[in-house]
């Protein structure tokens, strides 16, 4: 039973491209998040969301990011016009429904190099 | 809104003693989870140890046990017989109660382990 697989592992974009973060949960598992880890720091929510539905984009930023769940196929964070600020590592998750802790499962993370 | 506090931003520890790393949180939840992750130099997150609220006894996992006092807000973890392969950094994260499904979790700063041999 393969884990939460995220592509790419390393992703270089100039600044003013775009960025696409892939991440196909495990199997059974309906529900995704996605995190970011800015150098240094500790994981910070970003969007959760189920298939076809964004339930909460409260760590968002407004301008720039998107994300998706498509009924088919993975999990997509879309980050348009990439500055140097958004470097980092973005991590997804993705769980069954609520109330079993085990099935909490982190990718291992696509590290997003903006030059 | 939830907060957790990791106090050590570094620490040193001799191979095969025991290690306790902090962790505070603070919410006004009665329900809610907390966990200890172990990220390696290579990235990737590892789950380690969960303990529920209404857990009576601390969790334990191998050489992994969570001090858990609630009264205090505090979770620590402790690491028996500590090994080179340790040598991570450490998140303690908090887990709110399920709104629609949502289950995200707030992540403290982590605590980087150094083992030395």
């Known amino acids: 039973n393969a884990g939460v697989m995220q592509n790419p592992r390393h992703l270089v974009r100039r600044r003013g491209q775009e960025a696409r973060l892939r991440c196909s949960p495990m199997?059974?598992?309906?529900?995704v998040y996605w995190y970011r880890q800015l150098p240094e720091e500790g994981l910070k929510f970003m969007v959760y969301?189920?298939?076809?539905?964004?339930?909460?984009e409260s760590g968002m930023p407004k301008e720039r990011f998107s994300a998706e769940f498509p009924k088919e196929g993975p999990s997509i964070l879309r980050i348009q016009q990439v500055v140097r600020g958004d470097s980092a590592a973005y991590f997804c998750?993705?769980?069954?429904?609520?109330?079993?802790?085990?099935?909490?499962?982190f990718g291992s993370g696509t590290r997003l190099t903006v030059v | 809104a939830q907060k957790i506090t990791q106090t050590q931003p570094g620490m040193f520890v001799q191979e095969k003693e025991a290690v306790t790393l902090d962790c505070t949180y603070d919410?006004?939840?009665?329900?809610?989870?907390l966990f200890w992750y172990k990220q390696p130099s290579s990235g990737e997150m590892i789950f380690l140890i969960y303990?529920?609220?209404?857990?009576?006894q601390n969790a334990t996992e191998g050489r992994y046990s969570l001090n858990f006092q609630k009264a205090r807000k505090s979770a620590n973890l402790v690491i028996s017989a500590s090994q080179l392969g340790d040598s991570a950094m450490y998140f303690c994260?908090?887990?709110?109660?399920?709104?629609?499904?949502?289950?995200?979790?707030?992540f403290g700063t982590g605590t980087r382990l150094t083992i030395i041999p």
């Open positions: 998750a993705s769980s069954p429904p609520p109330g079993h802790h085990w099935g909490y499962t």
């Open positions: 199997k059974g598992h309906s529900h």
């Open positions: 969301l189920q298939k076809e539905n964004i339930i909460d």
């Open positions: 919410t006004s939840d009665q329900s809610y989870g």
């Open positions: 303990q529920g609220s209404y857990d009576e």
């Open positions: 994260a908090m887990r709110e109660p399920p709104n629609f499904g949502n289950e995200k979790l707030t």
